[in-house]
């Protein structure tokens, strides 16, 4: 995607799969810079009063995206924040267009095995997968008898990390065409968000200059 002309941009927009860092990074660049922070999935939880994954089983995908699309265009008339989106919300062109209007857009995009790592380091970490939607069968650990160690919990490991590397290279291909254009990529491997922070900022501001 080729850069707006104007030297200035209202927001930077963080966008990128479930686990790229957009909600760990986005403060602290938000920090750096002197800008505001806003989640939009934690905006639709505020507006709704409801997990996110509730909404999702209650009114489905679709019913979701109505929710994320009216809080996209509120939070889009920001102006000098960083605002971290839901790994979807890049695929209904109605939040796309509001989120690009003036927004600088950031993919966040570190390799599928480190999206893993972060995200299933345990059985333990795996129950938190209940809470993301398209991940949240995968949270299911009841196979595994309590006190599991050595090979055995090692294959069962190996196992939900296969099916959750698939599903998020699934997600990702689904989305790769918006992704792409994205101004600025960043594909941090085993960094700090503060090290992936300080190099979208040290970015925006040659951009700015």
Known sequence: M???QEKSYANIILVGVM???KSAVGPLLAHMLGFGFLDTDAEVERMTR????RIFMEQGEAGFRDLERKVVARVANARRHVIA?????????????????????VWLNPPVDEIVRRMAPGPKALQGLIRRPF????????????????PA???FMEEKRKRLADRIKALLGQRLERY?????????????PETTARNIAAQFALLES
């Open 2 to 4: 080729e850069l707006p």
């Open 19 to 21: 686990g790229s860092g």
């Open 50 to 53: 409801k997990p996110v994954a």
């Open 85 to 105: 989106t839901g790994g979807g919300a890049v695929g209904d062109e109605g939040s796309w267009q509001e989120l690009t209007k003036h927004g600088l857009v």
């Open 135 to 150: 991940l949240d069968d995968l949270a299911d650990i009841s196979g595994l008898p309590p006190g599991t160690k050595g």
């Open 153 to 155: 919990l090692q294959q």
């Open 180 to 192: 792409r254009q994205a101004s600025i990529v960043v594909e941090p491997e085993f960094e700090l």
